[in-house]
């Protein structure tokens, strides 16, 4: 601390308790009479600034009273507020060091879901080819039943009684060779006919051949 004393005229505050003392803008003490004297001017006595003074006394601002506390305590409050926002720092640090780490991990992640999107993507791609593959397959094969089943039925239909009577009838009416009859053994018995007759003739043209 210092002693509280007019910079004009030197008087002590503590050994004239009576006399009023001010603090100026300026940052000067300044006794009341010395003021007295000087605001006729509205000018600093000591450096010539605009005069705007307050009294020292006990009902000051906080930031006037702080010119008389004891500067250690400032230090110690800086200390202390200068510890509490470096740790600020730190762990706004600490924070910003973690969410690098989880959008690295978010990035790792991401490539992976990438990854697996595209077998995926893969798979449904070969899915889709065997699944065509397959429908052709089943529609080959039912295609090929039902070429059966009518195979079947119209081989039925063929050996009906009703069939028979009405392809003989028709035989008789059109007159037709029965190798038109859809029948293999009826065919072949016709070509044998048909050979046998051949031989027939040829024997008939040797008959009175001689050497
Ligand atoms: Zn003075
Ligand atoms: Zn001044």
């Known amino acids: 601390m210092f002693r509280v004393h007019c910079n004009k ?20 003490v ?4 010395c003021l007295g004297q000087s605001s006729l001017e509205k000018n600093c006595p000591l450096c010539g600034q605009v ?8 009902d000051m601002p906080t930031s006037v009273a702080n010119y008389f506390a004891d500067p250690l305590r400032f230090q110690q409050i800086y200390r202390k507020i200068s510890k509490f926002q470096a740790d600020q720092r730190a762990s706004d640090n600490l924070g910003f060091y973690r969410q690098l780490q989880q959008l690295e991990q978010n990035k790792r992640q991401l490539e992976g879901f990438c990854k697996m999107e595209a077998q995926l993507n893969q798979k449904v791609v070969e ?16 295609n090929a039943q039902r070429m ?16 028979k009577e009405a392809w003989n009838t028709s035989i008789s009416t059109s007159d ?11 065919r072949r018995s016709a070509d044998l006919d048909t050979q046998s007759t051949r031989r027939r003739s040829f024997g008939s043209d040797t008959k009175g051949f001689r050497l």
Do not use: W
């Open 9 to 28: 005229c030197f008087r002590h505050r503590k050994t004239d308790p009576a006399v009023p003392f001010h603090l100026t803008q300026c940052r000067h």
């Open 30 to 33: 300044i006794c009341g009479p």
């Open 51 to 58: 005069l705007k003074a307050i009294q020292i006394n006990r």
């Open 127 to 142: 899915e889709k080819k065997r699944i065509a593959e397959l429908r052709t397959y089943i529609a080959y094969h039912e």
């Open 148 to 163: 059966t089943r009518r195979r079947h039925s119209a081989g039925e239909r063929f050996h009906t009684p009703e069939f």
């Open 176 to 186: 037709k060779s029965p190798s038109d009859m859809p029948s293999d053994s009826s």
